[in-house]
Structures are given as C-alpha cells and as structure tokens.
C-alpha cells in the first residue's frame, strides 16, 4: 500500500483517536456529540459510522494491530517500528510486513528512544607491557559460540544531590550468538574491572578457548592479562589505534543499551544504576529479538547450538 493508501492509513488512525475523543466527551462529561465534532473538525456521520462498526475488514484489522502496537510500545518505548513488527509476528502472531508496521506506528505517533552520541571512556596505555595484532580483522562471523569474544569498559554517571558520580560496566560479547558471556560493574576504571570480568566468562564457560579481541586500553596491555589470555588458552586481538569500528559489535551494544534504557534518564543513586544494568543485560540475553539471529534471542541461538 503507498501514495494515497498510505496517507489513508495515517487519516484512520487520527480519526480514530478523535472518534474515541468525541465518545469520552459525550459519555464522560456530558458534551453534545455536534458540538464536539465541531471542535475537532469532523463530520458527524464519520463518528456516528465509527459507533456502529460499520468498518471494512482491512480498517478493522488495521485498528487490530494498533492496539497490538500501542501495548507493545507502552512496555518498550524504546523499540521503533521495526522491532514492533518483529514482536508482532513472533508474540502475537500477527505478520506483518515493515512498511505497514512504519505506517500504523507513524499514525500512532509512535517513535523510538532517540540515540544520543556515545562518548567512550578507554585510556590507552602511555607505555603499552604487550601489544596484539588485529587477528579478528573486522571478521564479525562466527561459526559457533565461544569462538570469538569481544569486549570493552564504558562510563555511566549518576547524581548524589549536586554530586556527580561515575560507574564503569566491563562485558564481555559473543560474535556467534550476540549474547553477553560475562561483565562486572566498578566504581573505578581499573585492571581489577576487566579481571573480574575475564574471571566470570571463564567460569561459566571453563572449556572455552576464543579469540579474544579488545581496544588498546590500558587495562587489556598488560602482561599480566596476556598471559592470563594465554593461560586459559585463548588468543589476543586488539584494535588498531584510533578505529574503533575493528570493536564495532561492541561499541554497537554499549549504543543499544545506552539508547534504550540510560539516555534521557537521570539516575538518582548507585542502586538503581546497577539495577538498571543488571536487567538489561539480563533482559537483552533472554528477551531481546534480533534480526540478525533469525528474530530470535541470544540465548535462544545459544541454546541451539548447544542441543
């Protein structure tokens, strides 16, 4: 459906609000139906049809759907049309193709969280202990899980009355199944962080032995971390200086997170931050469609490959 197809589409959905706004007016506060047709310019007979359900099978299901996307947007502001449409067809089971998911949410007035610009929080290191090639080589495929690993440190801020203070989240990502292996929360930006972090993908993965590509922070040149690599039996990669893009799925999740639950927030307290964190993480693993997995979960493609 386009050019005036698509502008009806658009016209149903604002007429629908004000048919509802008309029904409330009158039921509600007593207001005659003529006068507040007036008011928002339409026709009586428009709302009189509207009343009496007198609507084609393509308005109704359309209506249907609406209904589907404004639920599934109150629970997630932060998915645009896209996203609604991957939830309509595998929650719902209602498929739709994307263009008309982008027409009922532009009717709604429905729009995703906006992405604000990231700033990163890596320090390289003045004098490097070890420095790696980029052996992943901007290669973002992965056959199977634990075959290649991705991480890196980002800030969050959050407010004590005028104070403000920092929390850095370490993580861990999985290029096969998108899932995050392992992260560790700090108030500080320190070798200890990534240490944790490495500790924790290790033990829920003790057989695992990936390439295991980083940036060229401070924290990831050390001798120390080298050989803590080298002793599980995994592989150092590292960034090129200055591109980012060689850690792209990584920076991509820090954006998707950051977009969807942190920016325009204000948090008041270490507590809720961390809580914050924690069940994104939590949700972004076991609920969160992807397309590039199928419209399915990281670990659900997890899961997969283990059976």
Same mark, same amino acid.
């Given at each position: 459906? *386009?050019?005036?197809?698509?502008? *009806?589409?658009?016209?149903?959905? &604002?007429?629908? &609000? ?12 007593? /207001? ?88 990163? /929080? ?93 940036? &060229? ?46 920016? *325009? ?43």
């Amino acid at each position: 459906m *386009g050019g005036a197809g698509e502008g *009806g589409c658009l016209r149903q959905f &604002r007429q629908e &609000r004000q048919y509802e706004a008309v029904r409330r007016s009158a039921e509600e506060v007593g /207001c005659p139906v003529e006068t507040a047709c007036r008011i928002l310019g339409i026709s009586r007979a428009g709302y009189y049809r509207w009343r009496s359900g007198k609507l084609g099978p393509r308005a109704e299901e359309n209506l249907r759907i609406a209904g589907l996307v404004e639920q599934i947007h109150a629970g997630s502001p932060d998915k645009g049309y896209r996203r609604i449409r991957d939830d309509l067809a595998r929650c719902h089971q209602t498929p739709i193709n994307d263009k008309r998911a982008l027409r009922i949410c532009q009717g709604l007035g429905i729009r995703s969280t906006i992405k604000y610009a990231s700033k990163g /929080c890596t320090r390289r290191s003045r004098v490097p202990q070890h420095t790696a090639e980029n052996l992943l080589d901007r290669d973002f495929h992965a056959d199977r899980p634990n075959e290649k690993w991705l991480t890196d440190v980002t800030e969050f801020r959050y407010y004590v009355g005028p104070s403000v203070r920092k929390l850095y989240l370490s993580a861990i990502l999985d290029l096969c199944d998108r899932r995050i292996v392992a992260f560790a929360l700090r108030d500080t930006n320190d070798t200890a962080l990534v240490h944790d972090t490495l500790d924790r993908a290790i033990a829920a993965n003790p057989n695992a032995h990936p390439l295991f590509h980083s940036d &060229r922070g401070f924290q990831y040149t050390t001798r120390i971390f080298h050989d803590r690599l080298a002793a599980a039996g995994m592989t150092q990669s590292m960034s090129r200086v200055g591109k980012c893009v060689d850690n792209g799925p990584m920076e991509g999740f820090w954006g998707i997170l950051k977009r969807e639950r942190y920016y *325009g927030r204000r948090f008041t307290s270490r507590e809720a931050l961390v809580q914050m964190i924690c069940g994104y993480i939590a949700y972004y693993n076991s609920s969160r469609l992807q397309r590039r997995l199928g419209v399915r979960t990281p670990l659900e493609v997890h899961a997969l490959y283990a059976a």
